[in-house]
Each structure stands twice: as structure tokens, then as C-alpha cells.
């Protein structure tokens, strides 16, 4: 401890007196030097009494039976500092013997050894008045003495000392008198917490534990001032420091007991604040601070319960705490879900949030503890903070499948409708990254589109909230996974708003193009239209349609607003719809976004052709996707009819093409196939006299319609064919793209893989298919031919 007296180089034996002004070698002679009327001999002799009573209990009693005592009481007062000071050492050594502490009662020094506590006085009186005291304050009677005489102010003042043997001795005394119960309510009026919090900091162990000792005494108290115990919480250093000392424990212990509830709040808080930090996490682990926390939770105080669930959420950061509060405290946490308190109610979903995220089994287990209905009402909630933890909970159960269906089934598609509109930009980014993760299941995004949920997604994508953008780019992604929902959503904008975000730099992101391009991929009529591209993987099915290239900015119309568009001289919209009549139902088309994108699973090829079936009645309708809902005829609105002749073609290439062994031979007999079927063989030279427009202008007369059937056209031009090609080799199995050019050009690309004289397998080829000038003729991509046949 600090400062200490300074002692001689050597010590004499035990029985002999160092040197003194005056030799003596007797302990007598010296205390009979305690009347001299010197100061410096006076001075002199209390030193060495000191140094004698030092070196052990045998020789303060020596003294004690010379009288020594006496002597030494009456210089308590003396007017020379020097003296004053030496002669109190001589009491704080002596008092640690339990005669000399009779003798001293007897004396009655304690009012005394108080008036030497002043603030004036020097730090080494003051370190062993408070030595004394504390050796005397064992005894009832002096610590009534101690009170009634005004010994705790400066006592607690003192706790404040540089000198931490001064601090040391204080407290300790002050731990023996908060023992009676007066004292302690005195102590109350004192303000003694923030001190005693302060010393839990201190460098010394001894010092640690008499605080939390006296911290332990004093837990009846009401004080609101433990949340100081934070500060000391932070430090790592000096939380190590209290643990090894045994004093962490003890301070848990403390709290446990305790009813009160400002100390029960305060203690929570303060481990809140305090497990910011990784080790301090890992030392109030070690030490089961978790059991402390969900012992909290059954209070009947809000604030507690508040506090609790926010330090168990700062717990949930160490994974080994994370799994004792999952498996204990989740039940638990799921009643408090039920309360009537908004607060309570949004401190405990958080908790929830913290124990599942990336923690399957504690998803498991609030599934286990009937969670998920809970959660759902917390949606209804009114706090921000509440909603948007109970959407993330919900998101981290769906992660399980059984707990994904459980949740699918009580609405959750429906309950997300309110959060979407949500002004709160927490709520609006946890709301749309529901989306995504329930989107990934079909009934799910009906569920969706049928309540109304797409608007407010799509409107998401205006937010200027990087997360909230993001999120609601996904969710538009993974529920553009199907032709119904992708139509709607385009229909709702969302299109527009994802092409302006991507031409922003700064908003630009993988999920918004992403999107983008999913919505595409599953409305192939609007992709071909804005990008001029389909790739081998976008396959055409019933309901595509050409309406040409569509300017930046344009509107894109439907197919059944185009059907209401009066006939005109522009270019005809080319319509693809070969549906079996067998598998023909009347089905629901959504209003003002029919099934026309073209992204649906493959139909068999046609049975049954001839006259008969073009004589068929008006209820034969449009393909569409089987999870549409099958609705009357009368109910229905404007639906193309089926195209017989394509039917025929896509049914021959099937007998004819489809056999032949190799994918080139496949691809060059269907481009011969096209082309007969569309006007045979152009000279190049006379492609300007291949008078297309004037067999286009007849069939929409005969149609009455600016949409054609692509099988009525007989003389195609190249954007003609390459359609039709890519429609047939989708339907039996070759793998092509469709690109458009400039001026009415378009044109299939293949890949093919050949073989090297040796017979090993070469990298793919990619070609271009001819279908005007050579049909079958493959020219290889890049070459002079190639680059020719894509333009004028």
C-alpha cells in the first residue's frame, strides 16, 4: 500500500531502542521522555516507541504496562505538528492489540482521533486516525461513539484521499459501521454509493473488495446511483481486477438478492453498457450473469423487464451466452410478448431478434414455444421498434422449413401489407426482406398479389434509403420468379423505376439489376422489346409477342390494350399461341396485365390439326400459366385466339427435325424448315423486291387487328423468321438466342460443339443461322458473312 514510514536500514532486536538524542536502551526510559517539556525529545521518543511497538504484539503490551498510553494521550493535542503526528502513529499501531483497544475505550480518544480527520491536517495523521479508528470500530461502543461524534462525514470525505492507506483505512471502518443498522440510514443521507462505485476501479484488490463488502451491506438501500456501476463495468482491466478478487461474484450475488427495483434497473443496465465490449462479455459469462438477467424478467416491474431484455440482446453478442438465454429465457421471452406495455413489448421482440439471428436452434426453440402466433400480433403493435423486430424474428424462423409453412399459413404475406407503407424506413427495409425470404414460395407471392402488396413494394424503390432500396430490389426479384407476378409488377412500374435506378451511379446496385433482370427473364415480350435480346435460356411460350422496339421511356402496352387500338399502317404486333385445344381451360386474367410475357413451362405438342379445329368455337382462348384461377367464359376479357398452324409446324419439326442425330443437323434442317414456311429462299439482290409489308398489310385486314398470328405470315422477313425459328427450336430442344438489329433485321445465334480430326471434343462455336439468303447456311460469328447478314 503507497507511503509507508520510513524505517532504519538494519533493526535493532526487538528489546532495544534505536538511537536517541539521548541514548537509552530501556522502553521505560523512554516513555518517561514522553514529559519532557522538548518537542524535539518528544518528537524523538514517539518515533521510537513506533519503531518499537512495530516489532510486534509483545511490545505493545511492554508499553501498554509502562503507561505509555497515558503519556501518548495527552500529545494528541500538543501544539507542534511534529509531535501531534508521531504520537498518533504510535495509537494507529498500538490499537491493533485488543488491551490496548480496552485501555483506549477507557480513554475515550475517539472524539479526538476524529478532530485529527480535518482536511488541514497532514496525510500521515490522517492515515493512522483512520487506522485507529478502524481497529476500535470492531467494538458496538465505539461505533456508537464514532456516529454520535461526527465520525462518518470525514471518514467518507477521506474516501476521496490520494493516499490510498488513508482510502483503505476509511473504508474500513466505514464497512464496520454500516454493519448497525443507524448507520447505515445515516450513510443513506450522505450519499456514500458514487465513492464506494468509484473505489470498485481501484488498483488495489483490498480496496476492490472492502467497497463491494460494504456495497453488500449496504443492499437495502434505494439507490439509484448503481447505474455509476457501469463505468467501472467498461474498463476491462479493472473488471479482471474484481473478479479475481472474488468481487464480481459477490457483486451478482448482491444484485440476485435485492427487490428493489431502481437497483434491479440500474445493475441491468449497467451490464448493457458494459457488454459492448467482447471480454468484458466473456467475464460476465464466466461469471453466469445470464441467470441474473432472466431472473429479472419475472419481476413485476416494467422498467426491469425493459432493462433485462436490452442487456440480454447486448449478451446475444457472445455465442456461449447467446445458448444458455436461447434455451432458458426464450419462453419466457415469448409470454412477455402478450403485454399490455408497448415498451416491454419492443425491448422483448429485440431480445429475440439478437437470440435468433444465426442461431437455428434458438429459432427452433421459439417455434417450439409457440412464438410464431405472437409474433404475427406483434406486427399490430404501435412502436416502430417493435414491428420491425418481430418481421426480423419472423424472417430468422423462415429459414426452417417447417416453421416457414407454419408461418406462410397464418398470413404473413397479408399481415406484411402495413409495414410496407410504413413511413418508418426501419420497418420499411425489415418489411421488404420478409418479402424476399416468404417470396421464394408460390402461394406465398399469389398471396401477395392478391392483397394488394406489390404496390407498396414497388414504391420502395424510390426510397432514398440505401437498405430500405436494396431490400425492396430483392424482394422484387425473388417474387418476379413467376410470369403473374412479373407482369404485375411491371405493370405497376417497377420496370421504369429499376432501369432509371441503374442508370444512376450511385444507385446503381447488384440487387437492382439483378431484379431488372429477373423481371425480364420472366416477362420475355417486355425483355425482346426493351433489350432487343433473348438468350438461349429465355424460352418463348404461349402468349409472347413482338411489338417491336419500344423507345427509353415508352409506355409498353399490353396485349389486350393493343387489341383495342383501331388498325393502322404500322408495324404489326407478331403473336405466339400454340396451345394443344385439349389442354385448353378458360382462365382469369388480371385486369389490364394479361398473360402475354411469354414465360411459362412448355406445352405438348399439338394431337389434332385440320379444318375442324380453326372451325372450333370462340371459347378456345389463350395459353396461360396453370396457376392462374380458372374463371366463366362470360367473366372473361379480351383473349387471343390459338395459332392451328403453328401448332402444325411445331408438331412437324417434332417428326422431322427432332430425330436427326446432331445438333447441326438439327439447327440447319429447321432453318430450311423457316425458311419454306415463310417464303422460301431471297435472292440477295432482290431482297428489296420480297415484298413482305404488302402480305403483312392483307393479313391485318383479314384480321381486322394489328395482331398476327406469327404462322398466318407466308412471306417473312428476317425478323419474321428468326421469331419463328427461335419459337420451334425452343419447343423441341435447341438451345438458340434472338437478337434484333436495325431495319427489320434479327437473327438467331446457336452454339455448336465439334469434334477434331482426332475426334476430340473443341470449345463451342457460335454461329449465325441464315434463314433469307442460304438457309442452313451457318455463318461463324464474327466473320465477314456474319457481319454482313446482320446488316444492309
Same mark, same amino acid.
Given at each position: 500500500?503507497?507511503?509507508?514510514?520510513?524505517?532504519?536500514?538494519?533493526?535493532?532486536?526487538?528489546?532495544?531502542?534505536?538511537?536517541?538524542?539521548?541514548?537509552?536502551?530501556?522502553?521505560?526510559?523512554?516513555?518517561?521522555?514522553?514529559?519532557?517539556?522538548?518537542?524535539?525529545?518528544?518528537?524523538?521518543?514517539?518515533?521510537?516507541?513506533?519503531?518499537?511497538?512495530?516489532?510486534?504484539?509483545?511490545?505493545?503490551?511492554?508499553?501498554?504496562?509502562?503507561?505509555?498510553?497515558?503519556?501518548?494521550?495527552?500529545?494528541?493535542? /500538543?501544539?507542534?505538528?511534529?509531535?501531534?503526528?508521531?504520537?498518533?502513529?504510535?495509537?494507529?499501531?498500538?490499537?491493533?492489540?485488543?488491551?490496548?483497544?480496552?485501555?483506549?475505550?477507557? *480513554?475515550?480518544?475517539?472524539?479526538?482521533?476524529?478532530?485529527?480527520?480535518?482536511?488541514?491536517?497532514?496525510?500521515?495523521?490522517?492515515?493512522?486516525?483512520?487506522?485507529?479508528?478502524?481497529?476500535?470500530?470492531?467494538?458496538?461502543?465505539?461505533?456508537?461513539?464514532?456516529?454520535?461524534?461526527?465520525?462518518?462525514?470525514?471518514?467518507?470525505?477521506?474516501?476521496?484521499?490520494?493516499?490510498?492507506?488513508?482510502?483503505?483505512?476509511?473504508?474500513?471502518?466505514?464497512?464496520?459501521?454500516?454493519?448497525?443498522?443507524?448507520?447505515?440510514?445515516?450513510?443513506?443521507?450522505?450519499?456514500?454509493?458514487?465513492?464506494?462505485?468509484?473505489?470498485?476501479?481501484?488498483?488495489?484488490?483490498?480496496?476492490?473488495?472492502?467497497?463491494?463488502?460494504?456495497?453488500?451491506?449496504?443492499?437495502?438501500? /434505494?439507490?439509484?446511483?448503481?447505474?455509476?456501476?457501469?463505468?467501472?463495468?467498461?474498463?476491462?482491466?479493472?473488471?479482471?481486477?474484481?473478479?479475481?478478487?472474488?468481487?464480481?461474484?459477490?457483486?451478482?450475488?448482491?444484485?440476485?438478492?435485492?427487490?428493489?427495483?431502481?437497483?434491479?434497473?440500474?445493475?441491468?443496465?449497467?451490464?448493457?453498457?458494459?457488454?459492448?465490449?467482447?471480454?468484458?462479455?466473456?467475464?460476465?459469462?464466466?461469471?453466469?450473469?445470464?441467470?441474473?438477467?432472466?431472473?429479472?424478467?419475472?419481476?413485476?416491474?416494467?422498467?426491469?423487464?425493459?432493462?433485462?431484455?436490452?442487456?440480454?440482446?447486448?449478451?446475444?453478442?457472445?455465442?456461449?451466452?447467446?445458448?444458455?438465454?436461447?434455451?432458458?429465457?426464450?419462453?419466457?421471452?415469448?409470454? *412477455?410478448?402478450?403485454?399490455?406495455?408497448?415498451?416491454?413489448?419492443?425491448?422483448?421482440?429485440?431480445?429475440?431478434?439478437?437470440?435468433?439471428?444465426?442461431?437455428?436452434?434458438?429459432?427452433?426453440?421459439?417455434?417450439?414455444?409457440?412464438?410464431?402466433?405472437?409474433?404475427?400480433?406483434?406486427?399490430?403493435?404501435?412502436?416502430?421498434?417493435?414491428?420491425?423486430?418481430?418481421?426480423?424474428?419472423?424472417?430468422?424462423?423462415?429459414?426452417?422449413?417447417?416453421?416457414?409453412?407454419?408461418?406462410?399459413? /397464418?398470413?404473413?404475406?397479408?399481415?406484411?401489407?402495413?409495414?410496407?407503407?410504413?413511413?418508418?424506413?426501419?420497418?420499411?427495409?425489415?418489411?421488404?426482406?420478409?418479402?424476399?425470404?416468404?417470396?421464394?414460395?408460390?402461394?406465398?407471392?399469389?398471396?401477395?398479389?392478391?392483397?394488394?402488396?406489390?404496390?407498396?413494394?414497388?414504391?420502395?424503390?424510390?426510397?432514398?434509403?440505401?437498405?430500405?432500396?436494396?431490400?425492396?430490389?430483392?424482394?422484387?426479384?425473388?417474387?418476379?420468379?413467376?410470369?403473374?407476378?412479373?407482369?404485375?409488377?411491371?405493370?405497376?412500374?417497377?420496370?421504369?423505376?429499376?432501369?432509371?435506378?441503374?442508370?444512376?451511379?450511385?444507385?446503381?446496385?447488384?440487387?437492382?439489376?439483378?431484379?431488372?433482370?429477373?423481371?425480364?427473364?420472366?416477362?420475355?415480350?417486355?425483355?425482346?422489346?426493351?433489350?432487343?435480346? *433473348?438468350?438461349?435460356?429465355?424460352?418463348?411460350?404461349?402468349?409472347?409477342?413482338?411489338?417491336?422496339?419500344?423507345?427509353?421511356?415508352?409506355?409498353?402496352?399490353?396485349?389486350?390494350?393493343?387489341?383495342?387500338?383501331?388498325?393502322?399502317?404500322?408495324?404489326?404486333?407478331?403473336?405466339?399461341?400454340?396451345?394443344?385445344?385439349?389442354?385448353?381451360?378458360?382462365?382469369?386474367?388480371?385486369?389490364?396485365?394479361?398473360?402475354?410475357?411469354?414465360?411459362?413451362?412448355?406445352?405438348?405438342?399439338?394431337?389434332?390439326?385440320?379444318?375442324?379445329?380453326?372451325?372450333?368455337?370462340?371459347?378456345?382462348?389463350?395459353?396461360?400459366?396453370?396457376?392462374?384461377?380458372?374463371?366463366?367464359?362470360?367473366?372473361?376479357?379480351?383473349?387471343?385466339?390459338?395459332?392451328?398452324?403453328?401448332?402444325?409446324?411445331?408438331?412437324?419439326?417434332?417428326?422431322?427435325?427432332?430425330?436427326?442425330?446432331?445438333?447441326?443437323?438439327?439447327?440447319?434442317?429447321?432453318?430450311?424448315?423457316?425458311?419454306?414456311?415463310?417464303?422460301?429462299?431471297?435472292?440477295?439482290?432482290?431482297?428489296?423486291?420480297?415484298?413482305?409489308?404488302?402480305?403483312?398489310?392483307?393479313?391485318?385486314?383479314?384480321?381486322?387487328?394489328?395482331?398476327?398470328?406469327?404462322?398466318?405470315?407466308?412471306?417473312?422477313?428476317?425478323?419474321?423468321?428468326?421469331? *419463328?425459328?427461335?419459337?420451334?427450336?425452343?419447343?423441341?430442344?435447341?438451345?438458340?438466342?434472338?437478337?434484333?438489329?436495325?431495319?427489320?433485321?434479327?437473327?438467331?445465334?446457336?452454339?455448336?460443339?465439334?469434334?477434331?480430326?482426332?475426334?476430340?471434343?473443341?470449345?463451342?462455336?457460335?454461329?449465325?443461322?441464315?434463314?433469307?439468303?442460304?438457309?442452313?447456311?451457318?455463318?461463324?460469328?464474327?466473320?465477314?458473312?456474319?457481319?454482313?447478314?446482320?446488316?444492309?
Amino acid at each position: 500500500m503507497g507511503k509507508k514510514v520510513k524505517k532504519e536500514a538494519e533493526s535493532p532486536p526487538k528489546d532495544v531502542f534505536d538511537p536517541l538524542l539521548i541514548e537509552s536502551k530501556t522502553p521505560a526510559t523512554v516513555v518517561l521522555m514522553l514529559s519532557s517539556p522538548e518537542n524535539e525529545v518528544l518528537a524523538k521518543a514517539c518515533d521510537a516507541l513506533y519503531k518499537f511497538a512495530s516489532k510486534g504484539d509483545e511490545n505493545k503490551v511492554t508499553l501498554l504496562g509502562l503507561g505509555a498510553l497515558e503519556h501518548l494521550y495527552k500529545l494528541l493535542s /500538543h501544539e507542534d505538528p511534529l509531535v501531534r503526528r508521531n504520537a498518533i502513529m504510535v495509537f494507529g499501531i498500538m490499537a491493533s492489540n485488543n488491551d490496548v483497544r480496552k485501555l483506549l475505550r477507557e *480513554l475515550d480518544v475517539t472524539n479526538s482521533l476524529i478532530s485529527q480527520l480535518a482536511p488541514e491536517e497532514d496525510v500521515v495523521i490522517h492515515e493512522f486516525a483512520t487506522l485507529c479508528l478502524a481497529h476500535m470500530a470492531v467494538e458496538y461502543t465505539t461505533k456508537v461513539k464514532i456516529f454520535e461524534q461526527g465520525g462518518l462525514e470525514p471518514l467518507i470525505r477521506l474516501l476521496g484521499s490520494p493516499d490510498p492507506d488513508v482510502k483503505k483505512n476509511s473504508l474500513e471502518c466505514i464497512y464496520l459501521l454500516v454493519q448497525d443498522f443507524q448507520n447505515r440510514a445515516a450513510v443513506r443521507e450522505l450519499n456514500v454509493i458514487p465513492p464506494l462505485l468509484g473505489l470498485l476501479e481501484s488498483e488495489y484488490p483490498v480496496i476492490q473488495s472492502l467497497a463491494l463488502q460494504t456495497l453488500e451491506e449496504l443492499s437495502n438501500l /434505494h439507490i439509484e446511483t448503481l447505474a455509476v456501476l457501469g463505468n467501472c463495468l467498461e474498463d476491462v482491466h479493472t473488471l479482471q481486477q474484481i473478479q479475481l478478487t472474488g468481487g464480481l461474484k459477490k457483486l451478482i450475488s448482491f444484485l440476485e438478492v435485492s427487490t428493489v427495483p431502481d437497483i434491479q434497473k440500474n445493475a441491468a443496465k449497467a451490464i448493457t453498457k458494459a457488454a459492448y465490449d467482447s471480454e468484458i462479455r466473456k467475464i460476465l459469462h464466466w461469471e453466469e450473469v445470464e441467470k441474473f438477467l432472466l431472473s429479472l424478467l419475472e419481476t413485476n416491474s416494467d422498467e426491469v423487464k425493459i432493462a433485462a431484455s436490452q442487456a440480454i440482446s447486448a449478451m446475444c453478442e457472445n455465442m456461449d451466452s447467446k445458448c444458455v438465454l436461447g434455451l432458458q429465457g426464450i419462453p419466457q421471452l415469448i409470454q *412477455l410478448l402478450s403485454s399490455d406495455n408497448e415498451e416491454v413489448k419492443e425491448a422483448v421482440v429485440t431480445a429475440l431478434t439478437n437470440l435468433t439471428t444465426a442461431s437455428p436452434r434458438n429459432a427452433s426453440v421459439v417455434a417450439e414455444a409457440e412464438g410464431i402466433v405472437p409474433l404475427m400480433n406483434t406486427l399490430n403493435a404501435q412502436r416502430d421498434g417493435a414491428i420491425s423486430n418481430a418481421i426480423a424474428v419472423l424472417t430468422n424462423l423462415s429459414l426452417q422449413e417447417p416453421s416457414r409453412v407454419s408461418i406462410q399459413s /397464418h398470413g404473413i404475406m397479408s399481415a406484411l401489407v402495413r409495414p410496407l407503407r410504413s413511413t418508418n424506413s426501419q420497418v420499411q427495409s425489415k418489411a421488404a426482406f420478409a418479402v424476399a425470404a416468404f417470396g421464394c414460395d408460390a402461394d406465398a407471392r399469389t398471396e401477395l398479389r392478391n392483397v394488394g402488396g406489390l404496390e407498396p413494394l414497388v414504391e420502395l424503390l424510390h426510397s432514398k434509403n440505401e437498405e430500405v432500396r436494396r431490400n425492396a430490389c430483392w424482394a422484387v426479384m425473388v417474387c418476379g420468379s413467376d410470369e403473374l407476378t412479373a407482369v404485375e409488377l411491371c405493370r405497376l412500374g417497377a420496370l421504369d423505376i429499376l432501369e432509371e435506378i441503374n442508370l444512376s451511379t450511385k444507385r446503381k446496385s447488384e440487387f437492382s439489376e439483378a431484379a431488372l433482370e429477373k423481371l425480364l427473364d420472366n416477362n420475355l415480350s417486355q425483355k425482346y422489346s426493351r433489350m432487343g435480346y *433473348l438468350s438461349s435460356s429465355n424460352i418463348i411460350t404461349n402468349g409472347f409477342y413482338d411489338c417491336g422496339q419500344i423507345k427509353h421511356g415508352g409506355k409498353f402496352l399490353s396485349l389486350e390494350e393493343l387489341s383495342k387500338q383501331e388498325l393502322t399502317d404500322r408495324r404489326a404486333i407478331i403473336f405466339i399461341n400454340a396451345k394443344p385445344q385439349e389442354n385448353i381451360v378458360v382462365q382469369k386474367v388480371r385486369d389490364a396485365s394479361p398473360s402475354v410475357s411469354g414465360r411459362s413451362s412448355r406445352e405438348k405438342s399439338r394431337k389434332g390439326k385440320g379444318k375442324k379445329e380453326e372451325e372450333k368455337p370462340k371459347e378456345v382462348i389463350q395459353v396461360t400459366p396453370t396457376v392462374q384461377e380458372e374463371i366463366n367464359l362470360e367473366s372473361s376479357h379480351w383473349l387471343p385466339p390459338p395459332d392451328f398452324i403453328l401448332m402444325d409446324y411445331i408438331n412437324d419439326a417434332s417428326k422431322t427435325i427432332l430425330p436427326l442425330t446432331t445438333t447441326r443437323e438439327q439447327v440447319v434442317a429447321l432453318a430450311q424448315f423457316v425458311a419454306d414456311k415463310m417464303g422460301g429462299t431471297v435472292e440477295r439482290e432482290q431482297l428489296h423486291n420480297f415484298c413482305w409489308e404488302l402480305n403483312m398489310s392483307e393479313i391485318e385486314f383479314e384480321q381486322k387487328s394489328n395482331i398476327v398470328p406469327i404462322a398466318k405470315i407466308k412471306r417473312g422477313t428476317f425478323y419474321h423468321r428468326a421469331l *419463328l425459328f427461335k419459337v420451334i427450336a425452343d419447343r423441341i430442344g435447341i438451345g438458340c438466342s434472338l437478337v434484333r438489329g436495325k431495319y427489320n433485321r434479327a437473327w438467331n445465334e446457336v452454339k455448336l460443339v465439334e469434334r477434331s480430326r482426332k475426334g476430340l471434343l473443341l470449345p463451342p462455336q457460335e454461329y449465325i443461322v441464315d434463314l433469307m439468303f442460304e438457309p442452313g447456311c451457318l455463318l461463324k460469328q464474327g466473320s465477314a458473312k456474319a457481319d454482313q447478314y446482320k446488316r444492309i
